[in-house]
Every structure is written in C-alpha cells, then in structure tokens.
C-alpha cells in the first residue's frame, strides 16, 4: 500500500512554544490530506481537512488560530500547535488520500506531550 | 452524531476462542470498510477491509463479515491469541474522504 510518514513520532515541549508536525506522502500525491487528534483511551476525531494550495477546512470547536495547517505541495502537509499547553497533549495522526488508490491511508502518529 | 456505531467497548476472551466486535453505519454513501487495530501508544494499524460489493473477507485469523441491507460489519478473530489484545476501531469512508471512526473495543485474551 501507499506510504505515509508523519514526523516526529514523539515531541515534547513546554507549555507555550509551538510544535509542528509534519506529514508527507512518499509515493504518491496528495491534494487531500486529514489530521485526525486522539486523547487516550478515546477514538480518532477528525480536526481538519488540508488541501493543497488552498485553506484547511477546520471541524466544529477546532480553533484554527491554535492548529495552523499548511498543505504547500502535494505531499507535504504540516500541522503547528502554537502556544501548546498542557491540554492539547495528545495523538496527533495524519492521513492523505491517494486518488488512485480510492481511499486515504495513515502516518504512524506524532505523541504531543506539553509540559 | 455518531456515524459509526461500535459494541462491544471491551471484550475478553479465553486464548483459542473466537472474538466479535461489530458496527453500524449509516451513511449508505460509504464505500470503504477497514478495521484498525492499535496497541497502547502506537498508532492504528490497518487490519482488514472491505468494499460493500462483497459479504465476507477473510485474512489469515481475521474475518470481515458485512451486510449491506442491514448497514452493518462485523470483524471476526478466530483462535484468538494473547497476542491480539489491543484497541480496534471500525471505520468507513467514502470516496478516499476522511475516516469516520467507532467508539473503540478493547480485546483482552486471557491465556
């Protein structure tokens, strides 16, 4: 199957520095690309949809001044958590949609812990 | 509201037994069925899957089963090993869209 890699797989930080997370698609082109947030023992919700060279489309209660989204290329696509704090320690995993293939597929996850 | 119904939240079974966890969609637009399977702080592995044209998908130990007239999919494990014990998320999706994921079940097989 396709190849998403998501970097890094592990960050910590302290409370009110920005993090950024990136996701890029190895073999295939993205126009489409979603991040997806988990909080422990919980499911994936979608927090955003990133397409290239246009706005991400932000879900309901997902503060876009918080979560930047950039998707400059059609394999790259960055997620920054500025002024992190505490709270927004969590799973954060992208997917891209690979056209040919119909369907969209996961990078291993980035784990945010805010100190 | 909730377009991916999950049952059980947790479920253990004795090690060589059969484990079922089920969903229920709504969406008839769906076109894509996976299940995902995550171990404590990884991130979800893609297990199994299934497009609607089909009843049943069998890889290895893992079954897929899924009715369409009834919107729902199930997943299987057959012989079920310690090994196994982890979350599965059921999802669906529809054209290569975002992943509209169920609540979670968390599998213990007990030796």
């Known amino acids: 199957g396709a190849v998403v890699s998501q970097h890094p797989s592990r960050v910590i930080c302290k409370s009110g520095t920005s993090v950024k997370i990136e996701c890029r698609s190895l073999?295939?082109?993205?126009?489409?690309m979603f991040w997806y947030r988990q909080f422990p023992k919980q499911s994936l919700m979608l927090m955003a949809t990133?397409?290239?060279?246009?706005?991400?489309?932000?879900e309901q209660g997902v503060e876009k001044d918080k979560f930047l989204i950039n998707h400059a290329s059609l394999t790259l696509s960055t997620l920054t958590v500025t002024s992190a704090h505490p709270e927004d320690s969590s799973f954060y995993i992208c997917?891209?949609?690979?056209?040919?293939?119909?369907?969209?597929?996961f990078g291993q996850g980035t784990r945010l812990t805010v100190v | 509201q909730q377009q991916v119904k999950q049952s059980p939240q947790s479920l253990i079974v004795q090690k060589g037994g059969i484990s079922i966890i089920n969903c229920a969609y709504e969406?008839?637009?769906?076109?894509?069925f996976p299940w995902y399977q995550q171990f404590p702080g990884k991130g979800p592995a893609l297990l199994i899957a299934?497009?609607?044209?089909?009843s049943e998908k069998k890889e290895g130990r893992f079954t897929i089963s899924f009715n369409k007239s009834a919107k729902q999919f199930s997943l299987h494990i057959m012989d079920s090993q310690p090994g196994d014990s982890a979350t599965y998320f059921c999802?669906?999706?529809?054209?290569?869209?975002?992943?509209?994921f169920g609540t979670g079940t968390s599998l213990t097989v007990i030796p």
């Open positions: 997917s891209a949609r690979d056209e040919g293939a119909g369907r969209a597929f």
């Open positions: 073999d295939f082109q993205a126009t489409t």
């Open positions: 990133s397409n290239e060279g246009s706005k991400a489309t932000y």
């Open positions: 969406n008839t637009a769906f076109d894509y």
């Open positions: 299934i497009r609607p044209d089909v």
């Open positions: 999802a669906a999706s529809m054209r290569g869209n975002q992943f509209y």
